[in-house]
C-alpha cells in the first residue's frame, strides 16, 4: 500500500489559509503583479510599503506553483561558489551579489515580525561540505574566498563534522553562521493577508491571457474577459516566465524531496543548520520547525510533469538510501515525497528587471536553489526602477546578459 503522498507537505500542513475572489469586473490599479507564489507577495509588500495602488492575480490558487514545493532554505550562497562567481563576473560583482544574499535573510526575518507571520522562520548555520574527497580543494578554495570577501566562515575537517552531526562521509566543508529556513506557502499567504488589510487586491484564478497597450498604459484581460488597466506590470510568473520570453534564457529541471515522520530526539544535533553537498547534482537537508527531516535533490535534466510525477517513487527510494547512507543512526521513516520544477541559469544569478520585448514591464525571476533570497534582493531592484533609480546590482540581473 502507498501512504505517501505526491502532494507537497506544505499544502497538506496548511490546508486552506486564505480564500481570495477571482476577479469579476474591471479595474484600474497602478501596478499589476503577476503571480502569487512568494516572490508576487513579497513584491506586493513592496508595493504597498512604496505607497502603490497594486493588485495581485494568479491563474491558480495563491502559492500553488513552485512556492509548494520548495524546500525553503535561506542561503547567501548561491549555485555558483564564490570564486567561480568572480571568475564569470569580477570580484566586485560576485561579492556584492553574495552579501546581498546575506542581508536578505536578516530582512526576511525583519518582515516576519513586522507582519507576525506564522511561518517557522529559524535562523539556521549552514554546511556546505565535500561529498567525494576530490571535492576538497575547490571547496578550500570557496572557503579562502569567502573568507577574503569577509564572511564568518569556518572550515570543519571530515573528523569534526562527524562529531558534531553524526554526519557520515563529509569530506570537510564550510561552516556559515548566516542561513535560515521557513514555511513559504504560509508566509506568502500571510505577506497577502496583511497587505490585503491595508488596500491590496488579490485574485486568485485569474489568469492574465493578453496585454494591449493605451496611453502609456497597460491593458490586460484575463479568462473571464473583464480588464485590468495598469501602469506598470511586475511579472513574478517564475518558471511559466518561459511561456512568453522567446529566447531561451534558464534551464528547467525536476528536483525530488522526501520529508520523514517528526523525530524529534533524532534530529537534536540538526536542528540549527542547513546542509547540502558538493554533488551534481547536490542534495540538500533540512529539519522542520515541527522536528521532521527533509531532503531533496536527485534532479532529473527534464520538466515534463507526467515523466516527472512517474519517478517520484524511485527517487523517493534513492533519497532515502542517501540519507541512510550519510546519517545511519536517524530513524527515518519516509511520511511525505513530492516533486517540482526546478530553474538553473548560466551563472546561478536570476533575471530581475526590464525585457526589451515587453512595455511598462518588470519581471522578478528567481531561479536556483536561492530562489526566496533572490526575490527579496528583486523587489528591492524593482522598487528602485520604480522610483527612476538604477539598483547596484540591475547590471548583473538583465536579460540578455
Ligand atoms: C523542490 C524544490 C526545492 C527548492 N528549494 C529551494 C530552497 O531551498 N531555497 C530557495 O530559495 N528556493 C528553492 N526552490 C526554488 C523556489 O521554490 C522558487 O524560487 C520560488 O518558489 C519561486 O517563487 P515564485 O513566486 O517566483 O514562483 P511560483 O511560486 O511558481 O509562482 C508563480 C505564480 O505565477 C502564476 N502565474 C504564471 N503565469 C500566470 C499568468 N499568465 N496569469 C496569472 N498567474 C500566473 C502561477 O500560477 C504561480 O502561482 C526550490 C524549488 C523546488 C521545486
Not at 485574485?203 to 485590468?228: P, S
Not at 518561459?242 to 520529508?259: A, G, R
Request: hydrophobic share 35%; proline share 3%; glycine share 8%.
Amino acid at each position: 500500500m502507498d501512504l505517501t503522498s505526491n502532494e507537497p507537505f506544505w499544502l497538506i500542513k496548511n490546508g486552506l489559509v486564505n480564500n481570495y475572489p477571482s476577479l469579476k469586473e474591471n479595474i484600474q490599479t497602478e501596478i499589476l503583479i503577476v503571480g502569487g507564489g512568494i516572490t508576487g507577495s513579497l513584491m506586493a509588500h513592496q508595493c504597498m510599503e512604496d505607497g502603490f495602488k497594486t493588485t495581485l492575480i494568479d491563474r491558480r490558487e495563491i502559492a500553488n506553483g513552485s512556492s509548494s514545493a520548495t524546500t525553503s532554505m535561506l542561503q547567501y550562497e548561491i549555485d555558483t561558489p564564490l570564486y567561480k562567481l568572480t571568475e564569470l563576473i569580477g570580484k566586485e560583482g560576485a561579492e556584492a551579489n553574495f552579501w546581498a544574499g546575506h542581508e536578505a535573510i536578516d530582512e526576511l526575518e525583519s518582515i516576519v515580525k513586522q507582519i507576525q507571520s506564522d511561518c517557522g522562520f529559524k535562523k539556521k548555520e549552514s554546511l556546505y561540505y565535500a561529498a567525494y574527497k576530490k571535492d576538497v580543494p575547490n571547496l578550500l578554495k570557496e572557503f579562502e574566498a569567502r573568507k577574503t570577501a569577509g564572511f564568518n566562515v569556518q572550515w570543519l575537517s571530515e573528523e569534526e563534522i562527524l562529531k558534531k552531526y553524526k554526519l557520515h562521509n563529509a569530506f570537510g566543508g564550510i561552516l556559515t553562521d548566516q542561513g535560515g529556513s521557513i514555511d513559504a506557502f504560509r508566509f506568502a499567504h500571510d505577506l497577502l493577508k496583511f497587505n490585503m488589510e491595508r488596500g491590496l487586491n488579490v485574485f486568485d484564478k485569474t489568469n492574465l491571457e493578453n496585454t494591449a497597450y493605451k496611453n502609456e498604459k497597460v491593458i490586460v484581460t484575463t479568462n473571464f474577459g473583464n480588464t485590468i488597466e495598469a501602469e506598470k506590470i511586475i511579472y513574478c510568473n517564475g518558471y511559466e516566465s518561459t511561456e512568453m520570453i522567446k529566447e531561451k534564457f534558464v534551464n528547467l529541471l525536476s528536483s525530488f524531496v522526501i520529508i520523514g515522520e517528526p523525530n524529534e530526539e533524532d534530529q537534536k544535533l540538526l536542528n540549527e543548520t542547513l546542509f547540502w553537498d558538493t554533488a551534481e547534482p547536490y542534495i540538500y537537508l533540512r529539519t522542520t520547525d515541527d522536528n521532521r527531516l527533509l531532503i531533496g535533490g536527485e534532479d532529473e535534466d527534464f520538466k515534463d510533469p507526467v515523466k516527472r510525477d512517474q519517478l517520484i517513487g524511485h527517487k523517493s527510494q534513492k533519497l532515502k538510501k542517501k540519507l541512510e547512507k550519510i546519517f545511519p543512526d536517524y530513524q527515518f521513516r519516509t511520511d511525505f515525497s513530492w516533486a517540482g520544477t526546478f530553474g538553473e541559469t548560466k551563472d546561478g544569478l536570476p533575471y530581475i528587471g526590464e525585457h526589451p520585448d515587453f512595455k511598462n514591464s518588470y519581471f522578478v525571476l528567481g531561479f536556483g536553489g536561492n530562489g526566496i533570497t533572490f526575490s527579496i534582493t528583486g523587489k528591492k531592484v524593482i522598487s528602485d526602477f520604480l522610483h527612476h533609480k538604477i539598483h547596484p546590482l540591475a547590471k548583473y540581473f538583465e536579460f540578455r546578459r
